[in-house]
């Protein structure tokens, strides 16, 4: 296992490049957003490279080669449910045809779907499995992983992700573990850890946040996002145990990266965010051991 940091979390510190944030806080992994077209961020700069181009893929593998950095997964903000449902199936495609080039072995992607409220647990899992298939016929060739990630309300649903998972079938789909979002979700935290260990065999990617709820409601059933703003933390001062939660994914199979993503760095003066993104990281690194 290894401590990576998703390269948002970068620009928001206000690191100037990926390259100058990954030295500084002492990592060679990150999880790098691809767009609808092709496009991430560049490790050295501010501009924008196409991975669909051979010119700017040469040019981003140059970058990783040249500094000893890989990524370890990329992000899709996709929606299987779109209007334009090609487009955001071609984005997954590309992007899975992205991470075979930079050897990125998995990719994220996204649980949530437009119009999920108004449909029918069988069919919101029908739709998210058939496209996720069709996915998987259109790359393969592929090796590179499908993590869905445990996001919003229709992801955090147990019985949707075991049914996604059972209908598509496949050994490179399973889940992008966000560590925060089952908490989030309203789950006690003794019922989270059982969740992690379920899913445990099954963790493509991951994503890592913590939450501090006051102790009087940590063991409950609370409303789904119960002011998590208010009660988001850095991952040293949540209630969950990032030593117990390497420990769960170690035992059930997983040895890839451990993404910070903490979403409580906005809650922090600017001038202090770069010391708080490196206690996440010092404060993972201990737990990984």
């Known amino acids: ?49 196409n991975l669909t181009q051979p010119a700017d893929l040469a040019a981003f593998q140059a970058e990783l080669a040249d500094n000893g950095l890989r990524v370890c997964a990329f992000l899709c903000s996709q929606n299987f449910n779109h209007a334009d449902r090609g487009a955001h199936l071609n984005w997954v495609i590309q992007a899975v045809r992205a991470a075979d080039a930079v050897g990125a072995p998995a990719l994220r992607i996204d649980s949530a779907m437009t119009g999920q409220a108004d449909l029918s647990l069988e069919e919101r899992i029908r739709i998210f499995a058939e496209a996720t298939l069709e996915v998987l016929r259109a790359t393969g060739e592929s090796s590179v992983t499908l993590g869905i990630e445990n996001h919003g309300r229709q992801g955090n649903d147990p019985e949707w992700m075991r049914g996604v998972i059972a209908h598509v079938g496949s050994p490179r789909v399973g889940l992008t573990l966000d560590v925060g979002n089952w908490y989030w979700f309203g789950h006690p935290l003794s019922r989270v850890y059982e969740i992690y260990r379920e899913f445990g065999p099954l963790v493509k990617a991951t994503h890592v946040k913590n939450i501090r709820y006051p102790e009087e409601i940590r063991e409950t059933q609370r409303e789904i996002g119960f002011e998590y703003g208010k009660y988001c933390c850095p991952l040293d001062e949540g209630d969950i145990q990032m030593s117990r939660v390497a420990a769960i994914l170690r035992e059930t199979g997983y040895d890839g990266a451990l993404t910070i993503e903490d979403e409580s760095l906005g809650k922090v003066a600017e001038a202090d965010r770069a010391a708080v993104l490196q206690r996440d990281v010092d404060h993972l690194r201990a737990a990984i051991g």
């Open 1 to 49: 296992m290894e401590v990576a940091v998703r390269d948002a979390s970068f620009y928001q510190v206000g690191y100037a490049t990926g390259v100058e944030a990954m030295r500084a806080l002492g990592i060679t992994a990150t999880e790098v957003a691809i767009d609808i077209h092709g496009c991430v961020r560049s490790l050295t700069s501010e501009r924008q490279l």
